[in-house]
């Protein structure tokens, strides 16, 4: 499979910090990667530099063919194409779960309203909350919030869908329903995902690949079963032990 | 004590003629206030993460050009009377019309330049409240937008606008009723307006308990007009 998104060698700053040493790192269409490692390791930068929510500092970024920093002028077409879902949800709050999701289809991609629904009502059956298309954000669980921002990131159809810990803000009793979600995704759809998470679990099901960042740098990587049972460096170990216990 | 009440229904009709300028002057005001308002609070904050995408190239320097020329203005109007203002524009300003171009005979009306006055004095406080209710929108929201490919225009007017407005209806409330009541500062200037018609009658007749006493509670039925408008508003919106 071809690649969808390229990293070469890519550095980012804030300021005088540097939070992302040279990383170099392909996704291949259809690929679920999973990123794990401490906060403060990157993880959430590196996955916001690709759809240029943060921009590149040096090197180079490709997704879906579009070469960053060369074609910034193109960062809207990158995000159409890479979709997130936040940690946060980031539900718009004065839109119903219905208009959220048909949002993005009609201003986005320009959609006429009627279609735009449609599209919108299926996702929401999809993640099944069909029945809550007229509540406002506020009205629903996190965990109702968090499937509405998937069907919202969904609706646009993009080629990558990318996930910021999209359960570290939930009730415990809520994380299971939002990880189904994300599993029946990749399993029925075949869609590229970089899912940053602890979930652990998750990441042995549904994972293609597991990529252990520390430091603003890739530590490991390989299939999660592997990496998981053998953690070469000490940090990851420790790591492990650590996310193993809670 | 000696209280006329017949005082009081002789001196309506021309309190009415006054409150109904004062009206005049603080609709126009308010509404060239709010068009004012709105592009200064925006621009004061043009090019920055608040209003979504930071620019890049020429647009770097076009959006400090255009927050230095707001944030000038606010400032100098924040940071002057209100009454010199109107002064300065009834009286000075011609003046220095006539001292830097050919024009003789260069005036304003009176009632203009209260309308002015009220327009450019609101806009500068407005900014401020459009400026301070944009920033609060939560980031989150224009990352979300801008993750699903939203441009910033449609970024503006579908997410940051409508949350924007909503908390701006309370301070802007405030706004317009200091507007309205700043309205009784063009006694200076000539303007016939409510506080100046009961000054009129009150030199007249002297009875300065029924004339005052009137006209404050003419400014509070309007003044009170003003908050219920904005009170519907707010319930009228769908609460989040």
């Known amino acids: ?246 | 004590m000696d209280f006329e009440f017949s005082v009081i229904i002789e001196s309506l009709p021309a309190l009415f003629e006054g409150a109904k300028l004062t009206w005049y002057i603080t609709i126009l005001g308010i509404i060239g206030g709010m068009i004012f308002g709105i592009l200064a609070g925006l621009g004061r904050i043009a090019g920055t993460a608040a209003l979504g995408e930071k620019p890049h190239g020429i647009f770097i320097w076009v959006s400090v050009l255009i927050r230095y020329i707001s944030g000038g203005y606010v400032e100098l109007i924040r940071g002057t009377p209100i009454i010199v203002q109107a002064m300065f524009l009834y009286f000075a300003f011609p003046m220095l019309v006539k001292a830097v171009t050919d024009i003789e005979r260069f005036r304003i009306e009176a009632l203009t330049a209260a309308v002015i006055t009220i327009v450019v004095n609101a806009g500068a406080y407005i900014a401020e409240i459009v400026r301070g209710s944009v920033i609060s929108v939560n980031k989150g929201l224009l990352e979300a937008g801008m993750s699903l490919g939203i441009s910033r225009f449609q970024l503006i007017v579908h997410v940051i606008g409508p949350i924007a407005i909503r908390r701006m209806i309370p301070p802007l409330g405030n706004q317009f009723i200091i507007s309205l009541k700043d309205t009784s500062l063009f006694i200076v200037i000539g303007v016939g307006e409510l506080t100046r018609q009961g000054q009129e009658i009150m030199a007249s007749n002297f009875r300065a308990l029924e004339i005052w006493l009137t006209v404050a509670i003419i400014y509070l039925m309007m003044t009170t007009t003003l908050s219920m408008t904005l009170r519907h508003f707010e319930k009228k919106m769908k609460m989040f």
């Open chain 1, 1 to 246: 499979m071809p690649n969808i998104i390229e990293l070469k060698n890519v550095c980012k700053s804030f300021g005088n910090t540097e939070v992302l040493h040279n990383i170099d790192f392909a996704v291949e269409e259809g690929e679920v990667v999973v990123v794990i490692g401490p906060s403060g390791s990157g993880k959430s930068t590196l996955i916001r530099c690709i759809n240029c929510l943060e921009m590149i500092t040096t090197g180079e970024l490709i997704v879906d063919s579009i070469r960053i920093p060369d074609e910034q002028g193109r960062i809207r077409q990158i995000r159409l194409e890479v979709g997130m879902v936040f940690q946060q949800f980031n539900l718009f709050p004065h839109m119903t779960a219905i208009e959220n999701v048909a949002f993005g289809p009609s201003k986005a991609r320009r959609m006429n309203k009627a279609k735009a629904t449609d599209i919108a009502r299926g996702l929401l059956d999809r993640v099944g909350l069909a029945e809550f298309e007229h509540q406002l954000p506020g009205q629903l669980s996190g965990g109702q919030q968090q499937r509405v921002a998937i069907a919202r990131a969904l609706a646009v159809s993009p080629k990558v869908l990318m996930f910021d810990e999209p359960t570290s803000a939930l009730d415990p009793e809520m994380i299971g329903e939002v990880l189904d979600v994300m599993k029946s995704i990749a399993n029925d759809s075949g869609m590229t995902m970089i899912v940053v998470t602890h979930e652990m679990g998750f990441a042995a099901q549904v994972g293609d690949r597991l990529i252990f960042m520390d430091d603003g740098r890739i530590v490991e990587e390989g299939k999660p079963g592997d990496v998981m049972k053998n953690p070469q460096s000490e940090r990851l170990k420790d790591f492990l032990g650590h996310v193993k216990h809670h």
